[in-house]
């Protein structure tokens, strides 16, 4: 089917303004991404990287940079080469530095668990507003449209183009729809997709500090009763901390009578050993996040209807108890750009014309793996989430 074939399928009525004037490039596979976040920017640079016309659609500003820190394991890396950002990646600054001993403590400060350098897998960390900035600077030539929500009005099919509309009423027409828009994904719903979201019943404060910090010499995981605290040095020598504690769904700092967040966290730790403390005092107010956490309540058996996909937290919000929600996003963003890549080496006349049978492989690829990580954090949160007497802080 020819570019003007599909644009003549558009729905009677849809208004076809400038920003669908996406037709123009006639024999290119044309991809709308929804979200910049991880999945979303990875996903947009590795399909363009493979040869398709692709635009970004963010609701929120350039300017609205992510907080706090995030550790990537090696199918991360994995899905970056399959993505064509191998080389930025590995010159991209992470922590942790040489000589940092992996450990899980108690609460007191004892170590109890040792990692030895051979049982640690290569895990990177990362400033989130470094790897974001490195996956804008990966998506250079692709059109971000900024302060742009989206939301698709026919997910398309083997002869129909999807549709997309903004919120000024402007409506475009896509060979693919890859939706990466987050957790609360609109999109999940209108392909009626979406199995609710479970509570996982803690919450997480996170920050990184304003300064360097001494960890003395240890990064890791340090459990207590119902209680977590994370201890993750960056490259610059600043500390990625989180705490996590067990607690009823929508409580805030404010409706505690507390000033903060950082308020709140200092307090939940304060019987702590004293560089839980420190890390917390060291950080900055505004940079201190808190996010009750949540995941899918079912996961999905498919990632996709018509020409639209889900990626990332949209097909598979999972809890961030293996630290895997990015990465896994990162996979989506590389099956996806493997199966395009494919696609257009084939050389096909009309290149969008087998997006669903494309997007079926995508389901099969990558919905069970994605599934098998949901249950697997989630089982790793309720066992590290237990109430343990004897792990209580003085005990
Ligand atoms: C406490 C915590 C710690 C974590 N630690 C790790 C870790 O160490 N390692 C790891 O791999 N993962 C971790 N994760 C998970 C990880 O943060 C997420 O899986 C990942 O950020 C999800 O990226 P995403 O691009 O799918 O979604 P998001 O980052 O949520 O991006 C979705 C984007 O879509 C945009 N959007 C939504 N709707 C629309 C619309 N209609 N139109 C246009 N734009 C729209 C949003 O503005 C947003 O920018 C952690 C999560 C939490 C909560």
């Given amino acids: 089917m020819s570019a003007v074939q599909l644009t003549r ?31 979303g920017l990875a996903a947009a640079a590795g399909l363009a990287n493979a040869g398709a016309a692709v635009e970004v659609f963010e609701r929120s500003s350039r300017d609205s940079v992510p907080g706090a820190g995030i550790s990537l394991f090696p199918n991360s890396r994995a899905a970056m080469r399959t993505l064509g950002l191998s080389d930025g990646y590995e010159r991209l600054s992470h922590g942790p530095g040489a000589g940092v001993r992996t450990v899980m403590r108690r609460p007191n400060g004892k170590v109890v668990l040792p990692f030895p350098a051979w049982a640690r897998p290569k895990v990177r960390m990362f400033h989130r507003s470094a790897l974001r900035e490195f996956l804008l600077e990966s998506c250079r030539g692709v059109p971000i449209h900024w302060d742009t929500a989206v939301t698709v009005d026919d997910d398309g099919g083997p002869h129909r183009r999807a549709m997309l509309t903004a919120a000024d009423g402007q409506q475009s027409s896509w060979d693919l729809v890859v ?78 009578g507390l000033a903060s967040e950082k308020e709140a966290a200092a307090l939940e730790f304060a019987d702590w050993y004293p ?24 996961p999905l058996s498919v990632f996709h209807r018509g020409r639209v996909a889900l990626a990332g937290d949209a097909a598979h919000a999972m809890t961030p108890d293996l630290g895997q929600g990015a990465g896994a996003g990162l ?32 389901s099969r690829l990558r919905a069970p793996k994605a599934a098998r990580l949901l249950r697997a954090s989630r089982l790793m949160g309720r066992v590290a989430q237990r109430e343990r007497k004897a792990w209580r802080p003085g005990a």
Wanted: hydrophobic share 45%.
């Fill in 9 to 39: 399928q558009i729905p009677q009525g849809a208004t076809i303004g400038p920003m669908a004037d996406n037709s123009t490039e006639r024999g290119a596979l044309r991809i709308a991404v929804i979200g910049g976040g991880i999945a």
């Fill in 179 to 256: 939706a990466a828009d987050g957790l609360r994904s609109a999109t999940r719903r209108f392909l009626s997709l979406d199995p609710g979201l479970r509570y996982a019943g803690y919450t997480a404060w996170r920050g990184v500090t304003r300064g360097r910090a001494d960890t003395g010499g240890m990064a890791g995981e340090d459990w207590g009763s119902r209680q977590r605290f994370g201890t993750v040095p960056l490259a610059d020598g600043r500390v990625y901390w989180f705490a996590v504690a067990t607690k009823a769904e929508g409580r805030t700092a404010a409706a505690e």
């Fill in 275 to 298: 560089g839980v403390g420190a890390l917390i005092a060291g950080t900055d107010e505004a940079d201190v996040l808190r996010h009750d956490l949540y995941d899918l309540a079912r």
């Fill in 331 to 362: 996979e989506d963003a590389a099956a996806l750009t493997a199966l395009v890549r494919t696609a257009l080496a084939g050389g096909a006349a009309e290149p969008g014309a087998d997006v669903v049978g494309l997007l079926e492989r995508y």
